[in-house]
């Protein structure tokens, strides 16, 4: 495969807009991706957190890939979770998606994103991958989340990949990048054994860590949804104070401030991010209907969210 690399910045989780009766709601994703697609670096698709794809049935995957793959229109890089319960579950969803890009004859930059830990133990995962990867002409990001592996209930299953597997993964060409959600010191060994990795990329999947720790790679971001120009200024912003030492004064205060309104904004949705932000585009009317493909608690944050957004001018 050709030398590709991992965009840098700003990654929105995406949510999967569902109608009343559960099916895709086409108009509202086709809002949501509008509204998107100037101010991120890539979307993630069926993603196992706001995107629902534990909870998502089969043909509401697919759809919900065709549908991106003609909204996007290859301006920027599509991300989608392939990972299954089996090995076998995921090559068949992996064959149907790769025969769905041939016919739709697209051409833009797309990277599975997989959950390795959900159906494969870290033993002989480094072999798998080496497998995986040539059934497949796109590159691989790995997503790294031990609260995931958790749901399971396994006692004796690992709940992060071993730094020693990352080291061995990353190897392989067709892996380009990380996200990453766990501790600190986890995600410093990682980076301390991908440091001479050229190219590569960890994502940081933890919102506020990334707000008081910027990296140099990017972000995940949930609360994307609902704020993508200034989650999209704070990223960009962050990313190149990094880089540039000739910092201004004023865009340094303006990230402040910035900062502090993201900050406000995910108290607002951190007790139940999935239903307050469906309930919340909803509100704005973006989205025809506030439905989960998962089990969610109910809760009334959304009406002050939607306030606070238009009173500060981020929806």
Not at 6 to 27: F, H, Q, W, Y
Not at 212 to 228: C, I, Q, Y
Not at 263 to 284: A, E, S
């Amino acid at each position: 495969m050709k030398n590709i690399e991992a965009p840098k910045g700003m990654i929105v989780d995406l949510i999967t807009p569902l109608s009343e009766n559960g099916d895709l709601d086409i108009k509202g994703l086709d809002a949501i991706l509008n509204r998107l697609l100037p101010h991120c670096s890539a979307i993630l698709l069926s993603g196992p957190n706001m995107g629902e794809g534990r909870a998502l049935k089969e043909d509401i995957r697919r759809k919900l890939f065709e549908r991106a793959l003609t909204s996007v229109q290859e301006k920027i890089p599509l991300f989608f979770w392939i990972t299954e319960k089996t090995t076998e579950n995921v090559e068949a969803l992996l064959a149907s998606l790769e025969d769905t890009i041939h016919s739709f004859r697209y051409e833009g930059q797309i990277f599975w994103v997989d959950s390795p830990l959900y159906y494969h133990s870290n033993r002989d995962l480094v072999d798998y991958y080496g497998s995986l990867v040539s059934k497949t002409r796109y590159p691989f990001i790995l997503y790294n989340d031990p609260d995931l592996i958790k749901i399971l209930h396994e006692s004796l299953k690992r709940n992060n990949i071993r730094t020693n597997i990352i080291k061995d993964l990353c190897k392989i060409d067709h892996i380009k990048a990380l996200i990453f959600k766990g501790s600190l010191a986890r995600v410093h060994n990682y980076q301390k054994s991908l440091s001479n990795v050229a190219g590569f990329r960890i994502y940081d999947g933890n919102e506020i860590r990334f707000l008081d720790h910027p990296s140099m790679n990017g972000v995940l971001s949930m609360g994307a949804n609902l704020a993508p120009v200034l989650w999209n200024s704070v990223v960009r912003s962050s990313i190149g104070s990094l880089q540039d030492d000739d910092r201004v004064d004023s865009n340094i205060n303006q990230m402040l401030k910035s900062g502090t309104l993201l900050r406000d904004l995910f108290k607002m949705y951190k007790k139940n991010p999935l239903w307050v932000m469906k309930n919340t585009l909803f509100d704005l009317k973006l989205i025809s209907s506030p439905t989960c493909a998962s089990a969610v608690e109910r809760i009334d944050e959304q009406q002050t969210l939607a306030s606070f957004l238009l009173e500060h001018s981020i929806a």
